[in-house]
């Protein structure tokens, strides 16, 4: 790992075109021709149902692919297999998630907005979801109990997860038992932009759902995009991007924790992008040097490695000049580890979620700690936020007038629709003042 570049940079010292640069993210790719292969693997789904998404199955990750839809007693074998051990840590992670995401029922109200007028705005759990749980090189029941556990608690009708086979065909047992406590109804062995159409347009082996979650490669993020726009009507999530972390740390941080926080981002994937913000240049010398040793010990080194390329160590003037630069970069996941980090949480609002304190490590939320793991990156903190229990809901407005209520704002509608020059809108108010007058 000698090999390992990345340098320690002061802030300041930094011109602002370089300024600019370490806070840039990996840049994610939407060629053309990844457009159009996406376009043309949507058009074969639309088509040919099945038929096509067994055939992409069998050209992208299983070749004897036969089957699309898992049965119930290839989940009960799969979940059988399963050690009481994991079974364990699965239950704990359900359990906490669960008890987090129950606080977030949504309330419907109900308000007399003028005499005689009652607006009402209610909640209602989205019909059906899709729910896509990554496959490649690491198995995810962790985003299957993020998916899974808001869309039973929210009580829709129709939960379908998607994730892409192993060459033998297989998925991990650990996903199936995921599925089996959330109340996962189908289980479809496809993944990439084939499984997204899929979900988008329906096949002969599942029906179109409502909306679309769930990360997942270039194919699959463009694939989301796409039917998100066209006339299917289904919606996604958020946007997504490469895994980022920034820490924001000072001399009362342990080096080797740090570290290690950033390498637990950096493994997801090459394109991954870590940070550190210090006004400690001591400390980031020693975060350096764990970066060297501890990434020389990771099973996936070669990928921590890469992501590290992309990677920041940065010494600022102050504290606040860190927070300052944390909220202009908009991280995914922010870990703060100073003392009295609680007290700077007003000032940090544009992250996806925050880790507050020496002994919260980031990859506590990627699993059990309570909180969603499905967050917005490439700066989409700015405006968009993490996943929650009432995405999984749709929410309309109910108004009611009675004959007084109405004559009471009939003036106001009026003149409003002539002064747009919209006259159907105020003889759709005078029709009935006039019959009521």
């Known amino acids: 790992m000698s090999a390992l570049t990345i340098a320690v940079e002061r802030w300041n010292e930094l011109s602002a075109e370089q300024q ?51 049965t ?15 079974k364990a840590a699965i239950d704990t992670a359900y359990a906490t998630i669960r008890r987090f995401h129950q606080q977030q029922r949504p ?45 039973q608690i929210a009580g829709c009708q129709r ?27 189908d289980i479809l062995l496809c993944g990439g932009a084939q499984a997204i ?43 997504a991007g490469p895994s980022e972390l920034l820490v924001i740390a000072d001399d009362s941080a342990s080096p080797a924790f740090v570290a290690a926080d950033l390498l637990s981002q950096a493994e997801h994937g090459a394109d991954s992008q870590v940070i550190l913000l210090t006004p400690s240049e001591s400390l980031a010398a020693q975060v350096r ?23 920041r160590l940065l010494v600022t003037d102050s504290l606040q000049q860190a927070l300052t630069l944390s909220e202009r970069y908009a991280p995914e996941h922010l870990s703060l580890q100073f003392n009295d980090a609680r007290e700077a949480l007003p000032q940090l609002t544009r992250a996806g979620s925050v880790f507050v304190g020496h002994y919260t490590p980031e990859s506590g939320g990627d699993y059990a700690t309570g909180t969603n793991h499905v967050l917005p990156t490439y700066g989409y ?29 009939a003036d106001a509608i009026t003149t409003l629709a002539e002064l ?18």
């Open 20 to 70: 600019s640069a370490r806070l840039a993210r990996p840049e994610q790719s939407r060629s053309a021709q990844l457009k159009q292969s996406v376009s043309d693997i949507l058009a074969q789904v639309r088509e040919g149902g099945d038929d096509a998404v067994l055939k992409l199955t069998r050209q992208f990750d299983d070749a004897n692919a036969s089957q699309l839809l898992m």
């Open 72 to 86: 119930a007693q290839q989940r009960q074998a799969l979940i059988a297999a399963l050690t009481p051990k994991v």
């Open 107 to 151: 309330r419907d109200l109900k308000v007399e907005t003028a005499p005689g007028v009652v607006c009402e705005s209610r909640y209602v759990a989205l019909q059906s979801v899709g729910l896509y749980i990554p496959g490649g090189t690491a198995t995810l029941p962790s985003t299957a109990l993020m998916l899974g556990v808001p869309a």
């Open 159 to 185: 939960k379908v997860l998607v994730t892409p086979p192993a060459k033998d065909g297989s998925i991990p047992a650990a996903i199936a038992y995921v599925a089996e406590l959330c109340e996962i109804d």
């Open 197 to 239: 159409a899929a979900l988008a347009y329906g096949t002969e082996s599942v029906e179109p759902v409502d909306k679309i979650f769930g990360p997942g490669n270039a194919f699959v993020t463009e694939a989301k995009q796409q039917v998100s726009q066209d006339q299917s009507g289904v919606a996604i999530d958020m946007p």
């Open 289 to 311: 040097e764990q970066l060297l040793q501890q990434c020389a010990q990771l099973s996936r080194q070669h990928i921590a490695a890469q992501a590290l390329t992309n990677s």
């Open 381 to 409: 903190a700015r405006n968009y936020s993490s996943l929650g229990l009432t995405d999984f809901y749709r929410r309309y407005t109910v108004q009611e007038a009675s004959r007084e209520g109405l004559q009471g704002l």
């Open 420 to 437: 747009e020059g919209l006259d159907a809108h105020a003889r759709a108010v005078t029709i009935r003042t006039e019959v009521n007058s």
